[in-house]
C-alpha cells in the first residue's frame, strides 16, 4: 500500500465505449446504494454477480484499512465490480527497528492481521482470498506465516517492513514461498521499506521458483531510465524507457508488478505514450490491485477504480485489457 493520492472499426469502438460508459453509470449508482445502507446488501453470495460479464481479480486490499469497516470494504469491492480479492494482512504489533518503532504496523494504514483476512475469506469464499504475514525479524514470523499457508493463504504479503530485501530473515521468507509455491508481495519504499531494489536481482537469481510482485513508489518510480533522485516517491516527468523497474521485468520471469494505489496509477498517468508501450511490453506480467481507503468504490474518488479505468484505456488491444485484469492473476494464483 501506499499512500498518493489493435485499432477498430469505429463500430466496434463506439460500442464499447456505449458498453463502459452504461455500465459506468450503472456502478455509480449500485455504490451510493451500497454507501447508503451497506448492511442490507451482504450475503455471502455477491449480488452482483450476474452484471459483470467480465471478472476482475483485485491482488491487494486490506481489513479495517484506516478505519474502513467490513462492511464498506465487502460495499466498495461490489461497486468497483471485482470478483475476487485477495485480502493482504499485516504483521502483529511490534516495536522494533524493521517497523520503524511502531511507525510501521497494520502496514502504516490500520490494516489488520491474519486472523480477521483469515475469517473474512471464509465467510465469503467466492469473493475473498487470504495472505499470510509477519514481522520477518521475529523469531517465529516463519511458523506464524506457515501457519496461515497450511490454512490456504494465497500469497505471502504484504511485506512492508525496514529491512534488506536479501537479509537472512527474508530470505527464509523466500524459501518459505518456494516450499509452498505462493508468490512474495513486497512493498518498495526507498529507505523505509524494503532496501536494496538495486540488488534484487540477486534473489531473483537466487530463487528462481518463487514469484515476486513489486509495488509501491519505488517500484513505480524506477520505470525511467533518468529516475536518479531515489527520495522522489511520486515523479510526474515524462519516463525514459529502460529503468530498473522495466530491466527486472524484462529480464527475469519470476517477477511482476502490482498496479495498486497511487503509485501504480501513476505510473500510467504521468506519460500515458509511455504506459501503453510498457503495457503492451510487460502484458503478461503486470497485474491489478486497487490497495484504496475509498469507500465507494466510484471512480471520482477510488484508486481502484480509476486504475481499472486506465488499464481499458491504455491497454492496445481488449486481451491485453483482460490479462492484466484477471488472467495474469488467475495463472499467478492458480484459481
Known amino acids: 500500500m ?3 493520492k489493435s485499432k477498430t472499426k469505429p463500430s466496434a469502438s463506439l460500442s464499447r465505449r456505449k458498453f463502459i460508459a452504461g455500465t459506468g453509470l450503472l456502478l455509480a449508482g449500485t455504490a451510493l446504494k451500497l454507501q447508503a445502507n451497506p448492511l442490507s446488501t451482504l450475503s455471502t453470495h455477491s449480488p ?34 471485482i470478483t475476487k480479492t485477495i485480502l493482504l494482512p499485516s504483521g502483529r504489533p511490534v ?8 511507525v510501521g504496523n497494520g502496514l502504516q494504514a490500520k490494516a489488520t492481521g491474519n486472523t480477521i483476512c483469515y475469517g473474512l475469506a471464509k465467510k465469503y469464499p467466492k469473493e475473498f482470498l487470504f495472505g499470510a504475514n509477519e514481522v520477518p525479524d521475529l523469531p517465529d514470523a516463519l511458523q506464524e506465516i506457515e501457519k496461515y499457508l497450511k490454512l490456504g493463504a494465497s500469497v505471502i504479503g504484504e511485506s512492508k517492513f525496514g529491512v534488506e530485501c536479501d537479509s537472512p530473515e527474508m530470505q527464509k521468507i523466500y524459501e518459505l514461498a518456494q516450499a509452498y509455491n505462493v508468490p512474495v508481495l ?14 534484487f536481482y540477486k534473489m531473483l537469481e537466487k530463487y528462481p521458483k518463487v514469484n515476486f510482485i513489486g509495488h509501491s513508489q519505488t517500484w513505480w518510480a524506477n520505470i525511467d531510465r533518468n529516475h536518479l533522485d531515489q527520495k522522489v516517491l511520486y515523479p510526474k516527468t515524462k519516463v525514459t524507457p529502460g529503468g530498473l523497474t522495466d530491466q527486472l521485468l524484462s529480464n ?60 481499458r484505456k491504455l491497454s492496445p ?19
Open 95 to 102: 516495536n522494533s527497528a524493521s517497523t520503524h518503532f511502531g
Open 2 to 4: 501506499d499512500f498518493k
Open 317 to 335: 488491444t481488449k486481451k491485453i485489457e483482460r490479462k492484466i485484469l484477471y488472467h495474469n492473476a488467475k495463472k499467478l494464483f492458480r484459481l
Open 252 to 311: 527475469y520471469d519470476n517477477i511482476y508488478g502490482d498496479l495498486s494505489a497511487g503509485s501504480g496509477l501513476g505510473s500510467m498517468t504521468r506519460d500515458e505514450d509511455h504506459a501503453r508501450a510498457f503495457i503492451e511490453k510487460h502484458q503478461d506480467r503486470l497485474l491489478f490491485g486497487s490497495d484504496c481507503t475509498d469507500i465507494t468504490g466510484h471512480i471520482d474518488n477510488c484508486f481502484g477504480a480509476k486504475i481499472i479505468a486506465e488499464v
Open 186 to 199: 513486497m512493498h518498495w519504499q526507498y529507505e523505509m521499506y524494503n532496501y536494496g531494489l538495486e540488488r
Open 48 to 81: 452482483l454477480d450476474s452484471l459483470f460479464a467480465e471478472p476482475i481479480i483485485d491482488i491487494h486490499q486490506h481489513t479495517d484499512y484506516m478505519g474502513r469497516t467490513t462492511e464498506q470494504l465487502i460495499a466498495h469491492q461490489r461497486a468497483m465490480g
